[in-house]
């Protein structure tokens, strides 16, 4: 079939003309949306090169390419080992590689009279990452854990870097094997409130909230800091903090950020002088530099504009790093530049111990970090590059039956584009970033290796398309660092899953996720435990979705209910009736399976108990999932979700912390009980 122009065009910047809708079926996109997103990518038309800007090979395939133009071209290749080779091509002819080039990224220069041009190779592994006990059949369990939800006796209003510690020696002591954490990306600490690790403002840095004062020896040398620290008001203001049964983000930001520029006026004369810190400002170079000024100039406006939001808002010359008037800032302002540097250091430090301490307990996996789909529109990110982020549109999710409307969830896509002309090097330093000092990086949404639905800014998520991204290189990219960094790559599938990428996830040795609550036949009925694949993870819940305990009181319907998301009683209703055949058919499945022993008709009909929740997870314990994610709220049998989707201010998402200490957590009989439980059903 010959294409129009607009359709031509359009194919050709990869938007998908059409796609399969929640319902199965064929949906067009319109001419309108297909012109918007034109206009957004701005692809820039011109003369071809002879070769592309990078080529991925990936394990066996063969290592050609071919020039394209007429007339002899020479070559020269460098390896990442630094051995050179060359010769001579002509036009339309292949271009055969050296025999035997390792992985790695490597770089050709092609040239033909003055002219020259530049091709970065990389020959990738097949598969991910295996750590030796899974890939000898074993099954680890471990706890899922948003970090700032984390109580302890020492911590400051949020869960820290030490809580992390503490939380790793406890679950290593009850027979676990890593800690999963939400995503620790940078947010932004000036205005604290913006809370969702979901939407960083970088996710190349970390959240310096989650600094462990009590580890920043300059903290305790601090003559001022110490007599601040045992001030009257400061002890209040931190008994207070703690005490909150939700996240105070503006009194947590207040008292550590206090305390950190106290750290700073102690520790400022050594830095010029102190190696370790000079070198991570040399490693992170100009994107640690801009992250720093954007830290500081946002602290300083925030002063004087507290409801701003986003750099789109600052006067024009501020809207760009690299603008005349950034730069005067960043001159007069080296040792704020600094001071924010410096906090980046340190938290990279406490995260690195975190590390290298579960490495000490023996844990295989360790630690696994989460990586977010995208940062924020007004983000450092796109304050820094602005190139790479196609600030024109947001992406999110087209219309389904948990969303009628669609989600928007205001992140600007990366331009595939323009990712591929910089030989994927923003990919590889973002895989780099989240995948040190850990042993598995979670990727959110993986689908959007495949494809992300673009939405015009300003539009209805109803409105958008998909745009699709080079998979197969970036999938070979991501099992190059995989191996390099010894990092296991889990890829969050859950929602709709074009069937396109569903092999190739798995051929990638990439973990899929498998949730209980969605762990249905087409009859309601759940899936067995021998029915779970090896390489996945299964976990009962997320943190998108209820506690254990809410789903199976009711309380997530209940809440939606005072939020207004049903707009008619009877849909409540009917959500409650068909939550009670959930709990049956559940109840139903751990009988078959033999994790527990109870009556389902009428056990379906009571309130969470040990015994109920205990059965439960001897049921998720025997999955035959190589890995399994428990949270800490279901232990407790806590109803609060941690975050409630579609909801803004409508609910304290980000904010609900656990409900004791950790100190005490392990002290509770019907909490050891059930990690013996889950040890038990680990080793079946």
């Known amino acids: 079939m010959t294409l129009n122009k607009l359709d031509q065009a359009a194919q050709d910047a990869g938007i998908a003309l059409r796609f399969i809708n929640a319902h199965g079926e064929p949906e067009t996109i319109s001419d309108a949306t297909k012109r918007a997103l034109l206009a957004v990518m701005e692809t820039p038309v011109g003369k071809a090169p002879p070769l592309p800007p990078v080529q991925v090979f990936a394990a066996r395939a063969k290592r050609q390419l071919t020039p394209q133009g007429s007339g002899s071209f020479s070559w020269q290749l460098h390896s990442e080992q630094g051995k050179s080779f060359s010769g001579e091509v002509q036009g339309g002819e292949p271009l055969t590689l050296p025999p035997r080039l390792p992985q790695g990224y490597h770089q050709l220069t092609l040239r033909k009279g003055r002219q020259q041009w530049q091709t970065r190779i990389i020959i990738a592994p097949r598969r991910c990452y295996l750590p030796a006990p899974l890939e000898q059949g074993e099954k680890r369990w471990g706890a899922l854990v948003q970090l700032y ?55 190349r840095w970390l959240n310096v909230l989650y600094l462990d004062i009590n580890q920043v020896a300059d903290f305790q040398h601090s003559q001022d800091g110490q007599r601040w620290w045992k001030s009257a008001k400061t002890r209040k203001a931190l008994q207070q903090a703690r005490a909150s049964e ?92 600094q001071f924010w540097s410096w906090l980046q250091y340190l938290a990279q430090q406490q995260f690195a111990a975190c590390w290298q301490y579960s490495q000490q307990l023996g844990m295989a996996v360790g630690l696994y970090r989460d990586l977010a789909v995208g940062v924020a529109q007004g983000s450092a990110e796109t304050w820094q590059d602005p190139e790479l982020y196609k600030l024109g549109a947001s992406v999110g999710a087209p219309p389904d039956r948990l969303g009628p409307q669609g989600q928007n969830w205001a992140l600007p896509p990366l331009d595939p584009h323009v990712m591929r002309a910089r030989g994927y090097q923003p990919f590889i330093d973002l895989l780099r970033a989240n995948m040190r000092d850990c ?246």
């Open 149 to 203: 939800t984390l109580r302890s006796e020492s911590n400051w209003g949020i869960g820290d870097f030490g809580d992390l510690r503490l939380m790793l020696e406890q679950i290593a002591k009850h027979g676990g094997d890593f800690v999963g954490l939400n995503p620790l990306h940078a947010l932004y600490p000036a205005l604290p409130e913006h809370a969702s690790p979901y939407s960083p403002t970088s996710r």
């Open 246 to 337: 939700f996240v105070d983000y503006s009194a947590v930001a207040e008292l550590k950020l206090a305390a950190l520029r106290f750290a700073w006026q102690n520790y400022q004369p050594r830095a010029a002088a102190d190696v370790e810190f000079q070198q991570f400002i040399a490693d992170g170079a100009e994107h640690l530099r801009y992250q720093a000024a954007f830290d500081g100039i946002l602290a300083e406006r925030s002063q004087q504009h507290p409801d701003e939001w986003g750099w789109a808002n600052w006067p024009e010359g501020w809207r760009n790093a690299l603008l005349p008037e950034v730069q005067q800032w960043c001159a007069a302002h080296e040792e704020e530049i």
């Open 439 to 684: 042993g598995a990086l979670r990727i959110d949404h993986v689908m959007a290796l495949l494809r992300l639905w673009w939405i015009p800014y300003g539009e209805s998520a109803d409105k958008g398309a998909y745009v699709a991204y080079p998979v197969h290189d970036l999938l070979a990219i991501l099992a190059l660092e995989s191996q390099r960094h010894r990092c296991m790559v889990i890829g969050e599938d859950l929602g709709t899953v074009p069937q396109e990428i569903v092999s190739l996830l798995r051929n990638s040795g990439i973990f899929s996720w498998k949730v209980l609550f969605f762990e249905q036949h087409g009859d309601g009925s759940y899936r067995q435990p021998h029915a779970y694949p090896r390489q996945s993870i299964a976990s009962a819940s997320t943190h998108d979705l209820p506690t254990l305990t809410g789903f199976w009181n009711e309380y997530d319907i209940i809440l939606r209910s005072k939020l207004g998301h049903f707009a008619k009683k009877r849909m409540m209703l009917a959500e409650i009736k068909m939550r009670y055949q959930q709990r049956k058919a559940l109840l139903d499945a751990m009988n078959l399976a033999g994790t527990a022993h109870c009556h389902s008709k009428s056990t379906a009909n009571l309130v969470m108990t040990p015994t109920i929740n205990l059965a439960i997870h001897r049921f998720l314990a025997c999955t035959d999932s190589a890995l399994l994610g428990l949270q800490p709220e279901d232990w407790l049998e806590m109803d609060k979700p941690v975050n409630v989707p579609g909801t803004v201010d409508e609910y304290p998402n980000w904010r609900r912390k656990l409900r004791v200490p950790i100190e005490k957590m392990f002290t509770y009989k019907k909490v050891t009980l059930l990690l013996e439980a889950v040890n038990e059903g680990r080793k079946a």
